[in-house]
Every structure is written in C-alpha cells, then in structure tokens.
C-alpha cells in the first residue's frame, strides 16, 4: 500500500470476566484484520476483562513492567505485521495501594511495545438508571501521549471518557496528530445521545481521522455497552460502523483526503489564543 494510505480497524468486542476467553476473541478478530490487508488496528476499552468483582479486577491487574499478557499481545503484532493499539487494561498502580492505571499500550509491527497512555479524565457519573465511580479503584493519567507510526502518521491516544473533552484532542492536533484513537465502553444511555456528534466533532473540529472502537452487548459485570464502533474522516463522513456484535470494521485512510481538507478549509491556520 501507498504510504499516503492506510488501511486501519477498529474491532468491537463483548468482554466478559473471563480473560482466556477474551484473548481468544481477540485473535480471532486480529487474523480477520491481518487478511483484510489492516495495518492498524484497534481495540476497545477493557479489551482483556469486563468484571463487576473489584477483586477480580484488582488481582488481574497487570504489573507495570512485566506480563504474559502484554507478552501475548507482542507476539500478536509481530505475527500479524501490525500496529496494535490494544484498547485498555488495567495496570497496577504502584504508589497507591488498591488502585490501578487504565492502560493503552501501542505495539508495532516488529512486536515491540512502544509507548502507553493512561485514562486521564475518569467515569464518575449518575445516568439514574446506573452510576459509576471509576476514581474510587484507577487512578488519574498524568498526560498525552502521541505514537508515530510509519511516515507521515502520528496518533494521538485517548480512552472512553475523555471524548468529552475537546482539548487533549486539539493539543494532539497541535502536536502534528492526523489520527485520534478513541477504545471505548460507552453505555447505552450515553452512547445513544451523544457517541456518534462527539466522535465527529473531534474529527471536524481538528481534521484527524478518528478510530472509535466500542465493546458492545450484555456483559457479566452487569452493564450494556453500546457499540458503534466507527472509523470516521477528517470531513467528519463515517466511513465504516459496526452497530452491534463482535466483529471488525476497516476503511483505507488517505493523507491526500486529509491535506485537501486542510487546504480548503484552514481553520487550523486561523485558531487564536482566547
């Protein structure tokens, strides 16, 4: 492929609380990528477990320097030839007992891991019909984080909740990002009100891509997660969507698309401090 193109997925997956299980879905998922031609792929938030037991979830918290899991996931990338943005899992924070990092991790296609990000605006809302607390077991991420990729792509990672929050995003853009990477576990009530004009307001608003990739379904910690995992273009167009179900969605992005959108309208260029 050209490298002005690249052909990126975003997969959508029902995590439950068994991790063998979830790994096993994952690769499934992967193999279907890799014979799609996919250079890029990612997954959704808590990719690896979906659990409503603080215990289980504190016990397979991952330590920060060494796992078979993120093992696993290297050897994956570098089977599949691919740069892998894993989603999120949970990571020991080791200055706080009982809490834990919500991870990214960017793996290349060489297998080796390259850099992370951790969850920096955490879930801490009542919907009425359900209420979470994300504060009270992870723990704040500190800051950004950008991954280049092959030339000229560089992206910009953000997990879930921070999609309400325009300013990582245009820092990001600031920073030289063409693609936004949102893995997420929207729930329904909030996935169906907002999911779809907040991704196209990240993409419009700094003309990136946006890969949004959804957990989707009935889970075992007794939420429903709303899918729509969406890969969407710098004009804010959906390229591709999967609603509902497992699966993967992949679409060919084109730095032409995207430098003819800048020129035209260069409201990057107009952008004043306030």
């Not at 990672?157 to 990582?168: A, K, Q």
Request: glycine share 6%; charged share 20%; net charge negative.
């Amino acid at each position: 492929m050209a490298p002005n193109l690249l052909r990126a997925a975003c997969v959508q997956l029902c995590s439950t609380d068994d991790i063998n299980a979830n790994l096993n879905s994952i690769a499934t998922q992967l193999q279907a990528c890799a014979e799609d031609g996919c250079q890029l792929v990612l997954l959704p938030e808590n990719a690896t477990l979906m659990s409503a037991d603080l215990n289980q979830r504190q016990a397979s918290s991952l330590s920060p320097t060494t796992s078979k899991i993120l093992d696993w996931f290297a050897h994956e990338a570098k089977k599949h030839q691919l740069w892998l943005i894993t989603g999120s899992m949970l990571v020991q924070d080791e200055t706080q007992p009982n809490k834990a990092f919500n991870r990214c991790f960017v793996f290349s296609p060489e297998g080796t891991k390259q850099s992370h990000y951790d969850k920096m605006h955490l879930f801490d809302a009542d919907l009425g019909s359900e209420s979470w607390q994300e504060s009270k077991y992870i723990s704040f991420g500190a800051s950004p984080t950008m991954q280049t990729l092959n030339d000229p792509w560089k992206v910009g990672l953000s997990i879930c909740y921070d999609l309400r929050f325009p300013e990582l995003y245009s820092f990001y853009q600031q920073q030289g990002c063409n693609i936004l990477t949102v893995p997420a576990a929207f729930t329904v009530p909030t996935g169906i009100a907002h999911w779809l004009p907040l991704l196209q307001a990240r993409a419009i608003e700094n003309q990136c891509y946006v890969l949004a990739a959804g957990q989707s379904g009935e889970h075992n910690d007794g939420r429903t997660t709303y899918g729509h995992s969406l890969i969407i273009d710098p004009w804010g167009k959906v390229l591709n969507c999967l609603e509902e179900g497992e699966g993967y969605i992949s679409a060919d992005l084109s730095l032409e698309t995207l430098t003819k959108i800048r020129q035209r309208m260069p409201v990057l260029l107009h952008r004043r401090e306030i």
